[in-house]
């Protein structure tokens, strides 16, 4: 198990980029899966991307093309470079990091988007 903590969010006008970052507290590098999921108010927390620890990606179909996952197990930290924001990706980001059986998640930073 691993705590985690995320940063990088903020309020950010349509069209604009941010990076959110995910840092470990242990090393991520065992880790099956580090995902990135949102929560907009109202809704169910979906899944945005999430990388496995061979390196291969997957996206939710809205985030294909404008987000990127990455991640340096050097620095135990994993990333979500996010492009061409829309207000509609409004919402808390949460941080995952999968090893059965556990599952672990940071407490979320805000992603906001104007119009």
């Known amino acids: 198990q691993v705590q985690l903590v995320e940063s990088g969010g903020g309020l950010v006008q349509a069209g604009g980029s941010l990076r959110l970052s995910c840092a470990a507290s242990?090393?991520?590098?065992?880790?099956?899966?580090m995902g990135w999921y949102r929560q907009a108010p109202g809704k169910p927390r979906e899944l945005v991307a999430v990388?496995?620890?061979?390196?291969?990606?997957r996206y939710a179909y809205s985030a294909r093309g404008r987000f990127t996952i990455s991640r340096d197990n050097a620095k135990n930290t994993v990333y979500l470079q996010m492009n061409s924001l829309e207000p509609e990706d409004t919402a808390v980001y949460y941080c995952?990091?999968?090893?059965?059986?556990?599952?672990?998640w940071g407490q979320g930073t805000q992603v906001t988007v104007s119009s």
């Open positions: 242990g090393s991520i590098s065992s880790m099956n899966a």
């Open positions: 995952n990091a999968e090893s059965a059986p556990y599952s672990d």
């Open positions: 990388i496995s620890r061979g390196g291969s990606t």
